[in-house]
């Protein structure tokens, strides 16, 4: 389909892991975002990157989280070390324009369980 | 500071009901944008509408209606005579121009048969 792709679907890991959450965006979309949503919580912002600029990184949790995206289209978030807190639902998004107030097109999520 | 508040943490009504999901937003922003999306049980969240600040008109869509209030800093929602598909949750969010959209709580709507 055309809309924004999240791989795996479910990922469960072991504390100290690293895992990796791919996200490939609606094709065409230049601004990609990525949230974390806690059990029953709303959605946290985690980061954002706009075409070709310096991603804004304000909301990663700690320094253990990075994200990546390569030729301006599919992005990678990892996380290293997981710790049980880390365990929710990550979740992409995607917008046509620099994303400030456009609608945001959402990936189906990956869900991350840290044992 | 922006925020949205949905004070309505889940919400059950039997099918055909009518329901109004709150929502309230805080911002000192003129210009500003609010949303609402739905999160079925899917998990995968589907955009609904768009308002800017500056249209205070009411919206309706089939079964779905808006009542935008700047007076309150309220986004309601409301559904007519609800069906069971309705069930998810439902997010409120503002974004004032800036790339990050606050998003609120969320809403969890239950329709039962």
């Known amino acids: 389909g055309a809309g924004v792709s999240q791989s795996p679907s479910n990922k469960v890991t072991e504390k100290g892991k690293d895992v990796e959450l791919r996200c490939d965006p609606i094709?065409?979309?230049?601004?990609l975002y990525w949230y974390r949503q806690s059990l029953g919580q709303g959605l946290e912002f985690l980061i954002y990157?706009?075409?070709?600029?310096?991603?804004?990184k304000s909301g990663l949790p700690s320094d253990r989280f990075s994200a990546e995206r390569t030729g301006g289209s599919v992005s990678t978030l990892t996380i290293q070390r997981t710790q049980q807190e880390d365990s929710a639902v990550y979740l992409c998004?995607?917008?046509?324009?620099?994303?400030?107030?456009?609608?945001?097109?959402f990936g189906p999520g990956t869900r991350l369980t840290v044992l | 500071a922006q925020k949205v508040t949905q004070a309505q943490t889940e919400i059950s009504v039997v099918e055909k009901e009518d329901v109004t999901l709150d929502c309230v937003y805080e911002?000192?922003?003129?210009?500003?944008?609010l949303f609402w999306y739905k999160q079925p049980p899917s998990g995968e969240l589907v955009f609904l509408i768009r308002?800017?600040?500056?249209?205070?008109q009411n919206e309706i869509s089939g079964r779905y209606s808006w009542n935008f209030q700047k007076s309150t800093s309220s986004f309601n929602f409301t559904i007519t005579a609800s069906q069971v598909v309705d069930s998810a949750v439902y997010f409120c969010?503002?974004?004032?121009?800036?790339?990050?959209?606050?998003f609120g709580a969320g809403t969890r709507l239950f329709v039962k048969a």
């Open positions: 998004a995607s917008t046509v324009g620099n994303g400030r107030t456009d609608t945001q097109y």
């Open positions: 094709s065409g979309h230049t601004a």
């Open positions: 990157f706009q075409g070709n600029s310096a991603p804004d």
């Open positions: 911002t000192r922003d003129t210009t500003y944008y």
């Open positions: 308002r800017n600040s500056f249209d205070e």
């Open positions: 969010a503002l974004n004032t121009g800036g790339f990050k959209t606050i």
